[in-house]
């Protein structure tokens, strides 16, 4: 596949079967057109943060696309879509939260989207499930400025 970057994309759900919806969409995003897999990681819980409802499963996967930002943005709008993703007020609980953390090294600020995730180096949620699968790309400092925040990773 030419042309190809390293996407790192989170995912995360709290209403529903939140466990088969974050399952589901891992399988979903690997198989995106023009798209490979590499690594997704645990399942992690974790209570909403700046937001209400049940606690959320999350997941970090990392995937080598030739999909554009712009292309990638929207396919995961459509997998959201098929999930039954409302979006009544912002920070609502959710079926599925599907969000584009980092597009290789690219930097990207329009009112749409943020590239690295505007913060995504302050959730716990986010920075557990990265140290997973790329601990290359965590530093110790990162992860004990999260301490006070309580992630546990679910069993397979």
């Known amino acids: ?30 198989a995106l057109p023009q798209t ?5 990681s645990s399942l992690y819980t974790s209570a909403p943060l700046d937001a209400d ?12 696309t030739a999909l554009s930002p712009d292309a990638l ?8 879509q098929q999930a039954g993703r409302l979006r009544p007020y912002r920070n609502a609980p959710r079926t599925l939260d ?3 953390l980092l597009y290789g090294e690219l930097q990207l600020t329009r009112s749409d989207l943020h590239i690295p995730h505007p913060r995504m180096w302050q959730r716990a949620f986010v920075v557990m499930p990265l140290a997973e699968i790329a601990p290359h790309m965590v530093s110790a400092a990162q992860m004990q400025s999260l301490a006070g925040q309580s992630v546990r990773r679910l069993d397979a």
């Open 1 to 30: 596949m030419p042309d190809r970057v390293l996407a790192t994309l989170g995912v995360g759900a709290n209403l529903g079967d939140a466990r088969a919806a974050v399952r589901k969409a891992v399988q979903d995003l690997a």
């Open 36 to 40: 490979e897999w590499r690594a997704s």
């Open 53 to 64: 409802g049940p606690d959320y499963v999350n997941a970090v996967v990392q995937v080598w």
């Open 73 to 80: 943005l929207a396919a995961l709008q459509a997998i959201e």
């Open 98 to 100: 599907l969000d584009i």
